[in-house]
């Protein structure tokens, strides 16, 4: 089948809530992931490195040690340009490249083959950074996230320079955060604890469902508040029709997806973002990388139980792919 080698990994950022309240150790998440039946792992460094950028060898052999006890592939390094470690000015290009060099090394080191960067390191530097990438046998993907699409000027620019030097090193990480369509029901509660009424969203719901655009649809409510028409942005801002024939160039550039979910539910569906058409889709386009699952419903509403959503994710994302 086309498509057959595409394989299920998950980012260790899904396990945020119950790594920061020490319910899990790393060596907890590594088994839950291992357990669920993910086959690769992601880890982000700022979040679960101790001393990142600078880890001790002997941390990175323990963590690597916890991957091959629990039957999981090293996937990717999931690295930070943090632009604010100064309070009096970004990072120049230097040390930009300098980090990055950094973490295409531990990457290297450990068995890392994917480094995840962001769009920080610009498409001029990242052209830079090729030689360093080839020479380690590291791919080195830049993320593509909300609200950010591929006709931003500067994803024109990145992909012109994947085009322009064909390169096996560089490409694009899809976040499929980027199609999100509708409002999860983590976004639901929040907006409620927020001051959102619930008559006054049936009214802006009503609306958008008719092509109302957002001033057309806050009119229709009645006297809203300031907190309600903050949130009412917030809702035609980020949710869109997804453009899925951005997959095509995506998948022609990528090795490496972010399977970014808010919330699926006891009938294996995802309302925020359409799975069920972008699975399918990026397997007709012959994408044979990891799609890496990303729980991100605890920024909404953190007594959602993450591991339960992860259970829930593997299993929709099998039934789509027919995997099962």
Not at 258 to 275: A, M, Q, R
């Amino acid at each position: 089948m086309k498509g057959s080698k595409i394989q299920l990994g998950v980012s260790l950022y899904s396990f945020t809530i119950d790594y920061f309240l020490e319910k899990y150790s790393i060596e907890a998440c590594v088994a839950k992931a291992a357990e669920l039946g993910f086959t690769g792992v992601e880890i982000v460094a700022a979040m679960m490195v101790p001393d990142y950028p600078w880890p001790t060898d002997a941390w990175m052999t323990y963590f690597r040690g916890l991957l091959d006890k629990y039957g999981l592939a090293p996937v990717t390094y999931s690295a930070y340009i943090d632009m604010g470690q100064r309070t009096d000015r970004d990072m120049t290009e230097a040390e930009i490249v300098q980090s990055t060099v950094n973490d295409l090394d531990i990457a290297s080191r450990y068995g890392f083959p994917v480094v995840r960067t962001q769009h920080a390191i610009s498409p001029e530097i990242l052209e830079k950074m090729v030689p360093y990438a080839a020479k380690r046998d590291v791919w080195l993907g830049v993320e593509l996230h909300a609200p950010h699409t591929i006709h931003v000027p500067v994803w024109q620019k990145y992909f012109a320079l994947f085009d322009r030097l064909g390169s096996d090193h560089i490409g694009i990480i899809p976040d499929f955060g980027v199609f999100q369509e509708h409002p999860h029901k983590p976004w639901f509660t929040q907006a409620a604890e927020l001051g959102m009424r619930a008559q006054t969203l049936e009214v802006l719901l009503a609306a958008r469902k008719e092509g109302l655009g957002e001033e057309a649809a806050v009119a229709r409510t009645k006297a809203p508040t300031d907190a309600e028409r903050r949130i009412a942005h917030e809702l035609f801002k980020d949710f869109k029709p997804a453009r899925l024939e951005d997959l095509a160039p995506m998948v022609k550039h990528s090795k490496y997806m972010h399977g970014k979910f808010y919330y699926v539910d006891e009938n294996l569906k995802e309302n925020c973002v359409p799975y069920d058409r972008i699975l399918p889709a990026i397997r007709d386009l012959g994408f044979e990388g990891f799609i890496a699952s990303e729980y991100e419903g605890h920024q909404f509403d953190e007594s959602i139980d993450g591991t339960e959503q992860l259970t829930r994710h593997i299993a929709m994302e099998k039934r789509i792919l027919g995997l099962a």
